[in-house]
Nanobody
């Protein structure tokens, strides 16, 4: 069973930066794709950014030019670097990994944006 553990969430001021981490229990090079998703209160979970085995990235429109997704294969860790954070970025951020037909989720990490 693949385990994903997110960390790095917390409080950030508008305009600030934060980097989220997702540590996987196995070699992330094996995954077909990984990604970050978020869910704000009362809203559906939405894609933030994904990265596939070929290191091709895809971003939601709101994340383009502000967020960067990247992998550290040697550390089996996925990252999301968040910049120019806005109040509407406040949500629980989830890490996802896809392996063949299976999809795995972490427990989520809360990002709070407030001045």
């Amino acid at each position: 069973q693949v385990q994903l553990v997110e960390s790095g969430g917390g409080w950030v001021q508008p305009g600030g930066s934060l980097t989220l981490s997702c540590a996987a229990s196995e070699n992330i090079f094996n995954f077909n794709a990984m990604g970050w998703y978020r869910q704000a209160p009362g809203k559906e979970r939405e894609m933030v950014a994904t990265i596939n085995a070929g290191v091709i990235t895809n971003y939601a429109d709101f994340a383009k030019s502000r967020f960067t997704i990247f992998r550290a294969d040697a550390a089996n860790t996925l990252y999301l670097q968040m910049g120019s954070v806005k109040p509407e970025d406040m949500a629980v951020y989830y890490c996802n990994a896809r392996l063949l037909s299976e999809s795995y989720w972490g427990q989520g990490t809360q990002v709070t944006v407030s001045s």
